[in-house]
C-alpha cells in the first residue's frame, strides 16, 4: 500500500524563524492535503494540493508528484502555529482507494 | 451545514457495552471518512463512502466495529463490545468526490 513518510518528527523554532517540512510518499497519488493539528485536536486544512505551488499568508506549499514528494514552508513563525503538521495522500492500490495520514511533525514555536 | 458535525463529543462507557458515533457531512458532499486518532499518534483510516458504492471496509480494525451511511448523509459507526484499546478520537471527514478534506471535531471515546 502507499506509504507516507514526514520529516523532521518534531522541530523547535524561535519565534520568526522560517522552517521546510517534508512530505515523501511511495505511489502515485491524485490526492495530497496538508493540515494542521492544533492543541485542542482540531485539524485545519492548509493546502489541498496534489501538484504544483500554493501560498497562503505565511504558509506555502509545493508538491512535485512525478519525484513524490511535497513540501511545506513556514515563514516568520509565531507561537499559534505550534501543533502537529499531518501530509496524507489519497490513491488507489489494488483497486480500492485508500487516504493516508504521515505520522506527522510536532513544531513548537 | 456549514461544516462537519459529530455526536457526541465526549463518550464513556465500559467495556463490553456497544457504542454508537455520528457523523453528519458538510450538505452535497458525496464522500464521507471515518479515522481513529490514538493519544499522540497519527490518522488510522477506517472506512471510506463514495456514493452509492459499496464502501471500502478493509480498514476496519475487527469485525466488532461497523459503518453505514444513508445516502449522501449522515452516517454512523458502531463499536460493538467495546475494549479499552478501542479508546481514541473517532473522526469524520467529508468531501466532494476525491477532492478536498473537510473534518469533523471528532468525538472522544473512553472505555473503561
Known amino acids: 500500500g502507499i506509504q507516507v513518510e514526514q520529516s523532521p518528527p518534531d522541530l523547535i523554532l524561535q519565534e520568526g524563524a522560517n522552517s521546510t517540512l517534508r512530505c515523501n510518499f511511495s505511489?502515485?497519488?491524485?490526492?495530497l492535503q496538508w493540515f494542521h493539528q492544533n492543541p485542542w485536536g482540531q485539524l485545519i486544512n492548509l493546502f489541498y494540493?496534489?501538484?504544483g505551488t500554493k501560498q497562503n499568508g505565511r504558509l506555502s506549499a509545493t508538491t512535485v508528484a512525478t519525484e513524490r514528494y511535497s513540501l511545506l514552508y513556514i515563514s516568520s513563525s509565531q507561537t499559534t502555529d505550534s501543533g502537529v503538521y499531518f501530509c496524507?495522500?489519497?490513491?488507489?492500490?489494488?483497486?480500492?482507494?485508500?487516504?493516508?495520514f504521515g505520522t506527522g511533525t510536532r513544531l513548537k514555536v | 451545514g456549514a461544516g462537519v458535525s459529530q455526536s457526541p463529543s465526549n463518550k464513556v462507557t465500559e467495556k463490553g457495552k456497544d457504542v454508537e458515533l455520528r457523523c453528519d457531512p458538510i450538505?452535497?458532499?458525496?464522500?464521507l471518512y471515518w479515522y481513529r486518532q490514538r493519544l499522540g499518534q497519527g490518522l488510522e483510516f477506517l472506512i471510506y463512502?463514495?456514493?452509492?458504492?459499496?464502501?471500502?471496509k478493509s480498514g476496519l480494525p475487527s469485525d466488532r466495529f461497523s459503518a453505514e451511511r444513508t445516502g449522501e448523509s449522515v452516517s454512523t459507526l458502531t463499536i460493538q463490545r467495546t475494549q479499552q484499546e478501542d479508546s481514541a478520537v473517532y473522526l469524520c471527514?467529508?468531501?466532494?468526490?476525491?477532492?478536498?478534506?473537510?473534518f469533523g471535531p471528532g468525538t472522544r471515546l473512553t472505555v473503561l
Open positions: 450538505s452535497g458532499h458525496t464522500a
Open positions: 494540493i496534489p501538484s
Open positions: 496524507a495522500v489519497g490513491g488507489s492500490t489494488s483497486g480500492t482507494y485508500k487516504y493516508i
Open positions: 463512502f463514495q456514493g452509492n458504492s459499496a464502501p471500502d
Open positions: 471527514a467529508s468531501s466532494y468526490g476525491l477532492a478536498e478534506q473537510y
Open positions: 505511489d502515485s497519488v491524485n490526492n
